[in-house]
């Protein structure tokens, strides 16, 4: 059976202590894939100068911000790589000409461990992380998504993990309603995906209304392109909701049966 790739929203890192509903469905969603080979994850929190694969044995787990619930510090997602997933993600881009790079001693940063424990919380499916290249276009990250794609085949579900909105400077106590520029760029997102109109989504940030405010950095929806990639351009909305007021929590599958069909 071939899987969906998954844009999840991580949010901010107290997401298992913070009662919204987004944390209420990242629970959720792990019972949906049952019998996982393995998990890809491409993290907003992760650039480096190549495209590069996380290969320790056991990566640590990474406390990648501060000033936030104590309680944070002392979670851990003991998760293990795989030998023979890492070399298929490698010979995957290595078929589409994708030059990269491996790390060993790289650990689990927020991106990854914190929708993890929710999602999957007994650590028992093997998970491997790649980076994003620093400064790939939209297009490039959909090409790199397109060339994982065939793990899909191979029982790996290959997640995208960022925002759909993120903009730190204008956040506002957990609850505040997003504000109307943050709503209208999460809509053209969903819209997007829905329809399956790639070409418009690639036109970040150019095409985008909003794109600059809703993204000062486009690191955020970076995974989302490759989780697009993966899943073959179209997808619907999972969970839409809204967090700190501008982080946008709206995440995706693609390529599942019906939507692969439409």
Sequence with gaps: MTLP???????????P???????????????QYPGLRAILVISAHWEARLPTIG???????????????DRLYS?????????????????????????????????????????????????DVPVIQLSLRRGASAAENYAMG??????????????GSGATVHNLRQIAREGTPAPDWARTFDDWI????????TDRLLG?????????????????????????????GRGRALHRSFSWGSIGMTSFAFGEPETAAA
């Design 5 to 15: 790739s998954l844009f999840l929203a991580h949010g901010a890192p107290d997401l």
């Design 17 to 31: 202590y913070s009662p919204t509903p987004a944390r209420a469905f990242t629970e959720n969603l792990g019972a």
């Design 55 to 69: 290969t320790a044995p056991a990566p640590e787990t990474i406390y990648d911000f501060g000033g936030f619930d």
């Design 75 to 123: 979670l851990t997602y003991p998760a293990r790589t795989s030998p023979p997933v890492i070399a298929e993600v490698a010979a995957a881009l290595d078929a589409a000409g994708i030059a990269h790079a491996k790390d060993p001693d790289r650990g689990y940063d927020h991106g990854v461990w914190i929708p993890l424990l929710l999602a999957f919380p007994k650590a």
């Design 146 to 159: 397109q060339a994982l794609a065939p793990l899909r085949d191979k029982g790996v579900l290959i997640v």
């Design 190 to 197: 969903v819209s997007g995906v829905a329809t399956g109109d």
């Design 204 to 232: 970040f940030p150019t095409e985008a209304q909003g794109a600059r405010q809703a993204h000062p950095t486009p690191e955020h929806l970076m995974p989302l392109y490759v989780a697009l990639g993966a899943g073959g």
